[in-house]
């Protein structure tokens, strides 16, 4: 009788161990998903991608056993607003985000807050940039605003505290220590978002003397004219030879800056920020340089060039320390037996020129901006190297990682999944076609444009100036030859303004834009 009893008392607890074993486990075997996030990082500058600029091993080898995508595109190529666009999965119409002067409303629905709520551990490090604190989130320690490359401040569930070192490497230790610290009984979804390659482009101390016996191949539109551009092209400000601060961005100051009179504003608030000791060693790596420039008298061409070669070689510098921590990410996932079971993400806010038609920055369609290097790694799904010409777009991004993760995705979603693509299982056309809204004038006075991209065929309308431009993509790759007015492609344009309008429609933006509805 005794024994029976405490056979009866002993059966509960036994279900409810094995209950709890069993949810553990199920926990445990949903995938971790890291989405890893740069700022500026154009595809031409991830070597996977084969340009031939610089050398990214450790993204290369996310490459080599995942997705490549060649034809990855956002929605409106900003900071902020891509970020809003990956986070809620609806254009910036919707989310409210439609520039960098809005601030994010962190109480919509957001990937993060729905795997939070289906059981993920959620956190967000590195860069946010979106102006509100935030929400969905377990963890978060984010940079303020842009975030300062040398001895940059962090909010840490709330709290702000100055960090010495690099950001760079500063970013990964968070994400590192969290990860470390996290409830190891529950999968996790982190956000690992660069502030690099991002302007005013600073390198880490050890990448100072990278390159510097490199001599870059001008970009073949460097010196373009624009000649059959509208207006837009004309009026850009973000020109490399015109519009880059020669202090803040070439860090040409005139002399070694014992005393930094003279320097832009924004360029001493930076320097300031040095201890003594990164003060010397940054004046022993750029004040020789700097004399001999200012010995040199440069003009027209060579100092137009020359400039060119400054900033590649400090932004490629700046990748090739993003790439270094993207390795201690990697080797962190196999020493603690998770590289198994966690989905590695690696994009950037959207593309960047690279002196691409003289220019540096962003916002335009034209391809360099328009189009965001994209892998995904997912081991047990994508373990070969695999490359898709399918178009996707960052507006996929929230649906996609729902996807992987069994978690249901919202009807107020915009894009859709691919997963299927990324299981090789795709039927047909992942996207027949794009749609494109850029909205912010003011920096680098860049026009309102809408616009429609196909396989083959682009079309943008600057519909403020009341301008169009169209571009055969395949016989005109650099997209130099406005061809809207060419009579040969009257049906082309007609019905990509057709698609257009659908487009424009279908996704909900109801601005009303003269001359195109």
């Known amino acids: 009788m005794e024994y029976t009893r405490f056979i009866h008392k002993l059966i509960p607890g036994i279900c409810i161990c094995l209950l709890s074993a069993f949810a553990a486990k199920s926990q445990q075997s949903r995938p971790n998903v890291i989405y890893i996030m740069s700022d500026d990082h154009g595809y031409q500058a991830v070597s996977a991608y084969g340009y031939?600029?610089?050398?990214?091993?450790?993204?290369?080898?996310?490459?080599?056993?995942?997705?490549r995508f060649n034809r990855a595109f956002v929605t409106n190529s900003i900071c902020g607003p891509s970020r809003?666009?990956?986070?809620?999965?609806q254009y910036n119409h919707l989310n409210g985000m439609i520039d960098n002067d809005r601030q994010f409303d962190s109480t919509q629905n957001t990937v993060a807050r729905i795997l939070q709520g289906a059981g993920y551990?959620?956190?967000?490090?590195?860069?946010?940039?979106?102006?509100?604190?935030p929400q969905g989130f377990n963890y978060s320690?984010?940079?303020?605003?842009?975030g300062n490359y040398y001895n940059?401040?962090?909010i840490e569930q709330g709290v702000q505290r100055k960090i010495p070192g690099y950001v760079t490497n500063i970013t990964t230790d968070l994400a590192l220590t969290w990860l470390d610290k996290r409830d190891k009984n529950k999968p996790f979804f982190l956000i690992y978002q660069q502030k690099a390659p991002h302007r005013n482009w600073m390198p880490e101390e050890k990448?100072?003397?990278?390159?510097?016996?490199?001599?870059?191949?001008?970009?073949?539109?460097?010196?373009d004219d624009y000649s059959t551009r509208t207006r837009a092209a004309h009026e850009q400000e973000m020109s490399i030879a015109r519009h880059m601060d020669p202090a803040y961005d070439l860090k040409l100051y005139s002399a070694l800056p014992d005393s930094i009179k003279g320097l832009s504003g924004d360029w001493r608030y930076i320097y300031n920020r040095f201890t003594p000791a990164q003060k010397e060693k940054w004046n022993q790596a750029y004040g020789p340089g700097n004399d001999a420039f200012h010995k040199a008298h440069l003009s027209g061409k060579a100092l137009d060039i020359y400039k060119y070669q400054r900033y590649i070689k400090d932004y490629l510098r700046c990748v090739q320390s993003v790439d270094d921590n993207v390795g201690r990410?990697?080797?962190?996932?196999?020493?603690?037996?998770?590289?198994?079971?966690?989905?590695?993400?690696?994009?950037s806010d959207q593309g960047f020129y690279l002196g691409e038609h003289g220019w540096f920055d962003k916002r335009f369609m034209y391809e360099e901006s328009l189009r965001t290097p994209l892998i995904v790694s997912w081991p047990g799904v994508t373990n070969t190297t695999q490359v898709s010409e399918d178009m996707v777009m960052n507006l996929d991004y929230a649906e996609t990682i729902l996807d992987m993760t069994g978690t249901k995705i919202p009807a107020s979603m915009q894009g859709k999944s691919f997963v299927p693509v990324l299981k090789g299982q795709q039927k047909g056309v992942f996207r027949d076609?794009?749609?494109?809204?850029?909205?912010?004038?003011?920096?680098?006075?860049?026009a309102k444009h809408v616009g429609v991209r196909t396989n083959r065929y682009k079309l943008i309308y600057f519909y403020e100036n009341k301008e169009w431009e169209f571009y055969d993509l395949e016989k005109d790759k650099q997209e130099v030859n406005n061809s809207y007015s060419n009579p040969a492609y009257k049906k082309e344009i007609a019905l990509l303004k057709k698609r257009l309008v659908e487009l424009k429609k279908q996704y909900k933006d109801n601005e009303v834009i003269a001359g195109l509805e």
């Open 207 to 223: 990448y100072y003397h990278l390159f510097d016996s490199t001599t870059f191949p001008v970009p073949a539109t460097y010196f």
């Open 329 to 347: 990410l990697m080797t962190y996932l196999k020493e603690n037996g998770l590289d198994k079971n966690t989905i590695i993400i690696y994009t």
């Open 52 to 67: 031939g600029l610089n050398k990214t091993p450790n993204i290369d080898a996310l490459a080599q056993h995942g997705v």
């Open 433 to 446: 076609a794009i749609y494109y809204h850029y909205y912010e004038v003011g920096v680098h006075n860049v």
């Open 121 to 133: 551990q959620t956190a967000i490090v590195g860069k946010w940039h979106l102006g509100t604190a």
């Open 152 to 154: 940059p401040e962090f």
């Open 141 to 146: 320690c984010i940079l303020p605003g842009q």
């Open 84 to 89: 809003a666009v990956m986070l809620t999965g």
